[in-house]
């Protein structure tokens, strides 16, 4: 299963989890029936035909400020891995996407801020992309572009080899024509969505299904969409996934 985050820290920000839930969260993993790996673990669990429902791996978007305040020395003394996915126009800035001005704008590490995340060992480093914009709303050239731009400046400022790759927004109408191909050729190892989901396979290497916890997740809500039946949360992405192949969700 992975664990899909944003921010964390005060509920004056957009979608940003109260510190004492996200803290909550974590001691309940540790005594958990569940297993905390790296990306690159999970990644080679499924490449490897491994049906193991036990393992988690945490992963946060957008690189807010709060994952060096908060989130890295939390998990660092409970050496847990994790990842950050970057949107490299925005590093230093806010969530625009979001929030234009005003309140509930969340600050973006900066690349110092960046870079000294970047040297733990347990911190894996992904692309998310460039502008944050749907690759739903792009043509082929300018998803290559946004792949192959974010990774070099990555792997150039933080000095890292970057593989993995989070869609913005990350529904299906966001995946864009032939992005999956793309990350492929230019030796992306995986992608992950915001498509609801608790387990993958092979064929979801290039759109991992997340589960995504939200502002309101308490502990009983966190535990809930671990461990509960999810009947639910599979209806409501169905619906999603079939008003776009209709061509009805743009």
């Not at 749907?134 to 890292?160: H, M, P, Q, W, Y």
Request: a negative charge; hydrophobic letters at 35%; charged letters at 25%.
């Amino acid at each position: 299963m992975i664990l899909m985050y944003h921010n964390i820290g005060s509920d004056r920000e957009f979608n940003t989890l109260p510190v004492p839930y996200f803290q909550e969260h974590i001691q309940y993993l540790k005594t958990s029936k569940y297993e905390l790996v790296s990306l690159e673990e999970y990644v080679q669990n499924i490449q490897t035909g491994s049906k193991r429902g036990d393992l988690i791996t945490l992963t946060f978007d957008d690189a807010y400020i709060s994952i060096c305040d908060i989130v890295l020395p939390l998990l660092k003394k409970e050496d847990i891995p994790f990842s950050i996915f970057v949107p490299v126009d925005y590093v230093g800035a806010h969530n625009k996407w979001d929030v234009e001005e005003g309140p509930g704008m969340s600050e973006i590490m900066t690349w110092e801020q960046l870079d000294h995340v970047a040297m733990e060992n347990q911190v894996t480093i992904g692309s998310h992309g460039m502008s944050h914009t749907s690759f739903g709303k792009l043509d082929a050239t300018a998803i290559a572009t946004e792949l192959k731009d974010s990774r070099r400046i990555l792997k150039e400022k933080l000095r890292t080899t970057v593989v993995y790759f989070a869609y913005p927004f990350g529904q299906l109408k966001d995946l864009g024509k032939g992005t999956e191909t793309t990350l492929n050729k230019l030796g992306y190892v995986a992608g992950l969505s915001t498509i609801w989901g608790k387990r993958n396979t092979i064929d979801d290497i290039y759109r991992l299904k997340r589960v995504e916890i939200e502002h309101i997740d308490d502990l009983a809500a966190f535990k809930k969409k671990l461990e509960n039946s999810t009947i639910y949360r599979q209806m409501k992405q169905s619906v999603k996934n079939s008003l776009f192949m209709m061509g009805l969700w743009e």
